[in-house]
Every structure is written in structure tokens, then in C-alpha cells.
């Protein structure tokens, strides 16, 4: 995984576990999005959340989805049809795991967030598959 390119943020994996931390971030965000790890399938806390607003990076909050995106794909992740703004998300291939998939990665801060599939809904036909643990959510109206 690259390093941040935001000089604000942390830099070692201590920085980074400090700074989950405090955000009250899930327990497994550090190895989420700093290790590349992929929490259980039906345990993240918004595989099941349906309130209107918008996802962002839990690391950097970069927004990354609108919660009209969102679906219910059935596979345990929250999944989303499109990313909010482009280019807040990049694209790697992932050749782990003996599979050939294709990772996102939130494009300022380099945490990982999932992976994208072509199995979507229309009109896209993208499955954003994301971990719970890498988003941070904001209510519509918030700050």
C-alpha cells in the first residue's frame, strides 16, 4: 500500500491505530485500511444502515458515496452502484488470494476500502463492495 499523501495525517502504524482510535472507528479499521484486511461478510455496521447522507473515508474524509448508491447486493458488504465524486476513488488490480479482482483504494490517503465488481445494477453495472470498517458516515444536514 502507498503512503498518504496528506502530511496531516498519520504516518506510522501506531499514528494510525492512535487516530482510529479516537475517531471510535470499528476495531478492525487499522488492518481494514492500512493492511488490505476484509472484515466478516453481515458484521460491518453499514451493511444494514439505510439513512440518507454520504460515506466517506473514515482515514481522511474523503467522500466517497451517497447513500442513494446504495443497495442491498446480498453479500454482506455495504455495496454501492457508483462512487459520489469521481476520481475519490482509484482502481488496482488484486492478484491475492489465487483471484484476479480489482481493489479500491481511497485516492488522498491510499486506505483500502474493498474491492468493485461488474455484477451491479443498472446503469452503472458496478458493485462497489466496501468495508464498514473504512467508511465514516455523515446524516444529511450535518456538518
Not at 22 to 35: D, G, H, S
Not at 95 to 106: A, I, K, P, S
Amino acid at each position: 500500500m502507498s503512503q498518504n499523501q496528506d502530511p496531516s495525517l498519520p504516518k506510522t502504524d501506531a499514528e494510525w491505530q492512535t487516530f482510529l482510535a479516537r475517531k471510535n472507528a470499528e476495531p478492525v479499521a487499522f488492518q481494514v485500511t492500512r493492511r488490505a484486511a476484509t472484515e466478516r461478510p453481515f458484521t460491518g455496521k453499514y451493511e444494514a444502515h439505510w439513512a440518507e447522507g454520504s460515506y466517506h473515508c473514515i482515514c481522511c474524509g474523503n467522500k466517497l458515496f451517497d447513500s442513494s448508491t446504495k443497495f442491498d447486493a446480498g453479500c454482506g458488504w455495504p455495496s454501492f452502484s457508483q462512487v459520489a465524486v469521481p476520481g475519490a476513488i482509484e482502481e488496482i488490480v488484486d492478484r491475492r488470494h489465487g483471484m484476479v479482482r480489482t481493489e479500491t483504494v481511497c485516492a488522498q490517503c491510499k486506505a483500502h476500502l474493498g474491492h468493485v465488481f461488474e455484477d451491479g445494477p443498472a446503469p452503472t453495472g458496478l458493485r462497489y463492495c466496501m468495508n464498514s470498517a473504512s467508511l465514516d458516515f455523515d446524516a444529511k444536514g450535518d456538518a
